[in-house]
């Protein structure tokens, strides 16, 4: 028999959780009720299986440009993807797909949306025929697991007609800081950290509105630690560990040992199944060579029976007097840098699905009608006829591409 202070143990327990579940359930109804951003998160959205939080859904954040110090907004679109328009799986069902995979080189955070390279490649696409949607799965601070994992996770994915994976040199140090996938000694991927799940709890706690009132909350704590931490004096990396340095440091310097044999082993062993995958849903992917320097001594990395696009190989091959491709105060592709690496993809995949060849002065015409369209922060410099918009023509390329620009509370 339970004694008295036992029962009254229990009854405080269960009307304490009791309370706790009726305090969710009303936050959950009120921001069902009042925070509507929430419900394409709830409906399109599955959580991660990755290291860091992916950013939320419909969600705008504010960032800089890193050489003029111009503020723009980072607007995610509802899938949490840094796109310029909504994604719904149901929809555009004649266009071909291209999905972008990759970390901050992909994303482009240091830019106005306009600019990235995805954008941009997608306006040349379409100029050509109109049937294409190219779309932007990048996030910083992933490696070739985590963009692996994204192909994994999203559904539209499975809809992909191209892949590009574009790979840096950093990636390698992700696989060994992030412990997300292993290889067993038949070579084959072991799921360490976050296994492929659709179980159903995760099912329901992805349907919720609370899981992504959580998740704002966390991330903007995170942010105000960090400036917190910065007006202190304190340089903050919160990927970076001591083991890592010295891993890339080794890596950098081709001072290979088994840590990073088995790191690379890892590397292609992702690639090799992402690519197995990707050809069995007709979707064939292409690694996208971007090494931190002007050389190509990591070429040897990727399979050889992948297809790869070396851009640095390109760009010394195609401009002599090679242009400033990154900015002065940021590693990061440049404006410059992202519509060269467009139009490089461009001509790619113009081969790849056999679209009329279009020849350099049509390129530049088109990429000058799109620049025109936006503000004059950066523009090309090209030596071509200067053929002025349409209001109706320069309203559509900005409704597009840069639509997102306000997300409503």
Request: contains cysteine; glycine residues 4%; hydrophobic residues 40%.
């Amino acid at each position: 028999m339970l004694g008295k202070r036992s029962k009254d143990l229990i009854s405080n327990i269960l009307l304490m959780l009791v309370s706790i579940f009726i305090s969710l359930l009303i936050l959950e109804i009120g921001l069902r009720l009042f925070f509507p951003r929430y419900q394409s998160a709830a409906r399109f959205y599955q959580m991660p299986y990755g290291v860091y939080p992916r950013h939320r859904p419909s969600s705008l954040e504010i960032d800089y440009h890193p050489d003029t110090g111009i503020k723009h907004p980072v607007v995610y679109n509802n899938l949490g993807l840094r796109q310029s328009w909504n994604i719904y799986p149901e929809s555009d069902k004649g266009r071909l797909r291209i999905g972008v995979f990759g970390d901050s080189f992909v994303e482009n955070r240091q830019l106005s949306i306009e600019y990235g390279f995805v954008n941009v490649l997608d306006y040349l696409l379409n100029s050509n025929e109109n049937k294409f949607e190219v779309i932007n799965f990048g996030n910083s601070g992933y490696g070739t697991d985590d963009s692996y994992l994204n192909f994994l996770q999203y559904p539209i994915a499975k809809d992909l007609s191209f892949s590009f994976y574009v790979f840096c040199n950093n990636d390698i140090g992700d696989i060994y800081q992030h412990h997300l996938i292993s290889i067993d000694k038949n070579g084959d991927l072991i799921f360490i950290r976050h296994q492929q799940d659709n179980s159903l709890w995760k099912k329901c706690v992805s349907k919720l509105y609370l899981t992504y009132f959580l998740l704002d909350v966390k991330i903007r704590f995170i942010n105000w630690y960090k400036n917190v931490l910065m007006m202190c004096g304190m340089n903050v990396d919160f990927r970076h560990s001591v083991g890592r340095i010295y891993f890339e440091s080794d890596f950098y310097d081709m001072h290979f040992n088994d840590e990073i044999d088995h790191v690379i082993r890892i590397y292609r062993a992702i690639l090799q199944k992402w690519s197995k995958q990707s050809a069995a849903r007709h979707s064939p992917l292409t690694v996208v060579l971007l090494p931190f320097h002007l050389d190509t001594k990591l070429e040897f990395l990727t399979p050889n029976n992948i297809d790869r696009l070396n851009l640095y190989a390109l760009l010394k091959r195609t401009y002599p007097d090679t242009p400033r491709i990154r900015f002065y105060h940021d590693g990061h592709w440049n404006e410059t840098g992202n519509m060269i690496a467009a139009i490089f993809l461009y001509r790619y995949l113009e081969a790849k699905f056999d679209l009329p060849h279009r020849d350099d002065h049509w390129v530049k015409q088109r990429l000058f009608e799109y620049y025109s369209a936006f503000d004059k922060e950066w523009f090309p410099d090209f030596n071509v006829e200067e053929i002025p918009l349409s209001e109706v023509k320069e309203e559509a390329i900005r409704s597009k591409y840069r639509s997102l620009s306000v997300v409503k509370k």
